[in-house]
Nanobody, 124 residues
Framework: QVQLVESGGGLVQAGGSLRLSCVAS????????MGWFRQVPGKEREFVAG????????YYADSVKGRLTISRDNAKNTVYLQMNSLKPEDTAVYYC?????????????????WGQGTQVTVSS
C-alpha cells in the first residue's frame, strides 16, 4: 500500500512559477514509476508528466513540454513538478500517481495509487 500526499499548489499570476511536491509513504518508493495528472471540472483527468522509477526517463504532454519539469528524489520518497511560465489554461487540480513498474504510463488506468490532489490556479 502506498499513500501519496501532494502540496505546493496555490494562486499565481500568468508567467509565474510553482513547484508541486508529492511525498509517498512506504519503503519501496524507488520501485514505482510516478506520474502527474490534472483535472478541471467537467473534464477527464489528463496526463501531464511521468518519470521512471530510477528517474532516468521522463515523459510529458505536448501542452506542457518546455514549461513543466518532473523529477524525483528516491531518498526522500518525493516526486516534484516544477511549473514555469504558467498559463491560465494550466488551472486545475493536480494529482500525483504511482505505478508499480519501471516506466510511467500516460493513462489513468495504468496507475495503482493516487493522492488527494492540490489546486493550482493561474490568473490572467
Amino acid at each position: 500500500q502506498v499513500q501519496l500526499v501532494e502540496s505546493g499548489g496555490g494562486l499565481v499570476q500568468a508567467g509565474g512559477s510553482l513547484r508541486l511536491s508529492c511525498v509517498a509513504s512506504g519503503r519501496t518508493f524507488g520501485r514505482y514509476a510516478m506520474g502527474w495528472f490534472r483535472q478541471v471540472p467537467g473534464k477527464e483527468r489528463e496526463f501531464v508528466a511521468g518519470i521512471s522509477w530510477s528517474g532516468s526517463t521522463t515523459y510529458y504532454a505536448d501542452s506542457v513540454k518546455g514549461r513543466l519539469t518532473i523529477s524525483r528524489d528516491n531518498a526522500k520518497n518525493t516526486v516534484y513538478l516544477q511549473m514555469n511560465s504558467l498559463k491560465p489554461e494550466d488551472t486545475a487540480v493536480y494529482y500525483c500517481a504511482a505505478r508499480r513498474t519501471v516506466v510511467a504510463g500516460r493513462s489513468t488506468d495504468e496507475y495503482d495509487y493516487w493522492g488527494q490532489g492540490t489546486q493550482v490556479t493561474v490568473s490572467s
